[in-house]
């Protein structure tokens, strides 16, 4: 295994205990494992989400995905942790944590259940090279040779740089004669242009984004959003980010626009309105608005649109009222830039899923290579779902791998 990451670590673990008789080893650069693990989830480590399926990634109509995640399910995954000592609770969004509330209680268990199992860890041996031999993998390393009869490319993508994910596996696998679908950064913070985000720092409110890009079809995410001091952030910029980032490099034109009212289209958000404005005429606007919005997002969207908050709502005439549902329903998000790989949680793109058997992870051009976790071309929503993939994808590999030595 080349990398000792959440994908690394489970795969090996899964190959010694159906096949100890192979003598895994985990290769990683670092000095430490698990660092992405330790600060993912706040440091508290979403293991995976009590429903996990094909439309929570972004190859929704991919059979690969579907299959992958159908042979090592959410049940398996929850089963697993139990096993060696990490027993999980379900928080809002389905998102599932351990106990203790600590992502070093996932790491220590995963290494402990590693060593018992007799899978030999080395780190601080960077791999620099992989070569496919007539009988065998030759692999360089900064502390020499090695000789394997299969290679788990475990390396992740570029996301979180400090934690030791620099691409490489992205190179081996181009050397190996895989293509790439370029990489980007996934589920990163948006930075935004203007000031008026920077008002509403620390402010956040349930939102709709929604996605468009010239020549495709129109997505929708939704979620919470948090407005930060150089932008946005929270689940629904973080989901959105994806989109943003792949349609630029596709040298597509993207929008991004934001429903205030999510849930609510505009005939029924103007029909709220009128009901309110004859039920209460003498409402302030901002009153009105903050019965919907947060109190400081209501006053700066009002002050934006050069509106008096403090116009009675009775007041309020036909033509204003529905220029300002049209900007509530659909507020521009003027993004400039993500936060990139250094806030990213996950890298979009990778090995193309047509290079690659479903059934054992193994690459279609090089016998005897494996891909498992976000070096592939598989990127989910927040929330558990790429932790749930590393671990399907590993057990899928290391069960081909038993199945042919």
């Given at each position: 295994?080349?990398?000792?990451?959440?994908?690394?670590?489970?795969?090996?673990?899964?190959?010694?205990?159906?096949?100890?008789?192979?003598?895994?080893?985990?290769?990683?650069?670092?000095?430490?494992?698990?660092?992405?693990?330790?600060?993912?989830?706040?440091?508290?480590?979403?293991?995976?989400?009590?429903?996990?399926?094909?439309?929570?990634?972004?190859?929704?109509?991919?059979?690969?995905?579907?299959?992958?995640?159908?042979?090592?399910?959410?049940?398996?995954?929850?089963?697993?942790?139990?096993?060696?000592?990490?027993?999980?609770?379900?928080?809002?969004?389905?998102?599932?944590?351990?106990?203790?509330?600590?992502?070093?209680?996932?790491?220590?268990?995963?290494?402990?259940?590693?060593?018992?199992?007799?899978?030999?860890?080395?780190?601080?041996?960077?791999?620099?090279?992989?070569?496919?031999?007539?009988?065998?993998?030759?692999?360089?390393?900064?502390?020499?040779?090695?000789?394997?009869?299969?290679?788990?490319?475990?390396?992740?993508?570029?996301?979180?740089?400090?934690?030791?994910?620099?691409?490489?596996?992205?190179?081996?696998?181009?050397?190996?004669?895989?293509?790439?679908?370029?990489?980007?950064?996934?589920?990163?913070?948006?930075?935004?242009?203007?000031?008026?985000?920077?008002?509403?720092?620390?402010?956040?409110?349930?939102?709709e984004v929604a996605i468009q890009v010239a020549g495709l079809k129109h997505l929708r995410v939704g979620g919470s959003l948090l407005f930060t001091h150089f932008?946005?952030?929270?689940?629904?910029?973080?989901?959105?980010?994806?989109?943003?980032?792949?349609?630029?490099?596709?040298?597509?034109?993207?929008?991004?626009?934001?429903?205030?009212?999510?849930?609510?289209?505009?005939?029924?958000?103007?029909?709220?309105?009128?009901?309110?404005?004859?039920?209460?005429?003498?409402?302030?606007?901002h009153g009105a608005l903050a019965q919907r919005l947060p109190a400081s997002v209501a006053l700066a969207v009002l002050r934006e649109r050069g509106l008096d908050p403090g116009n009675p709502l009775g007041r309020l005439k036909r033509?204003?009222?529905?220029?300002?549902?049209?900007?509530?329903?659909?507020?521009?998000?003027?993004?400039?830039?993500?936060?990139?790989?250094?806030?990213?949680?996950?890298?979009?793109?990778?090995?193309?899923?047509?290079?690659?058997?479903?059934?054992?992870?193994?690459?279609?051009?090089?016998?005897?290579?494996?891909?498992?976790?976000?070096?592939?071309?598989?990127?989910?929503?927040?929330?558990?779902?790429?932790?749930?993939?590393?671990?399907?994808?590993?057990?899928?590999?290391?069960?081909?791998?038993?199945?042919?030595?």
């Open positions: 295994m080349i990398g000792g990451g959440a994908a690394g670590l489970a795969t090996a673990i899964f190959v010694a205990r159906r096949r100890p008789e192979l003598s895994p080893l985990v290769v990683d650069g670092a000095a430490r494992l698990g660092a992405k693990i330790l600060i993912s989830g706040g440091g508290r480590c979403n293991v995976t989400n009590t429903e996990v399926e094909a439309a929570d990634f972004w190859q929704p109509r991919s059979p690969f995905v579907r299959r992958v995640l159908r042979s090592y399910g959410v049940a398996d995954t929850i089963a697993f942790f139990r096993e060696i000592g990490v027993s999980l609770h379900e928080e809002a969004g389905g998102k599932l944590f351990p106990d203790s509330n600590r992502a070093r209680t996932v790491l220590d268990a995963l290494l402990a259940e590693a060593e018992r199992r007799g899978v030999a860890i080395e780190v601080g041996r960077r791999v620099t090279r992989v070569a496919r031999g007539p009988e065998h993998f030759h692999i360089d390393s900064t502390r020499g040779g090695l000789e394997a009869c299969r290679v788990v490319i475990a390396t992740g993508g570029l996301s979180i740089p400090k934690s030791g994910s620099d691409g490489a596996g992205y190179g081996f696998a181009r050397a190996l004669g895989h293509s790439l679908v370029p990489p980007t950064p996934a589920l990163a913070p948006l930075v935004l242009e203007g000031r008026f985000h920077a008002g509403l720092a620390g402010v956040a409110l349930p939102v932008g946005v952030s929270g689940p629904a910029a973080l989901d959105a980010s994806r989109f943003w980032h792949r349609a630029r490099s596709l040298g597509r034109e993207v929008r991004l626009e934001v429903n205030l009212l999510p849930g609510e289209s505009f005939e029924s958000a103007e029909r709220w309105l009128l009901e309110l404005a004859a039920a209460r005429p003498r409402l302030l606007l033509e204003t009222r529905r220029a300002l549902l049209r900007v509530l329903l659909a507020w521009p998000l003027p993004v400039v830039d993500s936060r990139g790989y250094g806030f990213a949680e996950v890298t979009a793109g990778g090995v193309p899923l047509q290079e690659v058997d479903p059934a054992g992870m193994q690459s279609r051009l090089c016998p005897g290579l494996h891909f498992v976790g976000e070096v592939l071309d598989v990127d989910g929503r927040i929330g558990g779902f790429n932790f749930q993939w590393a671990w399907s994808s590993a057990w899928v590999a290391a069960s081909g791998i038993a199945r042919d030595g």
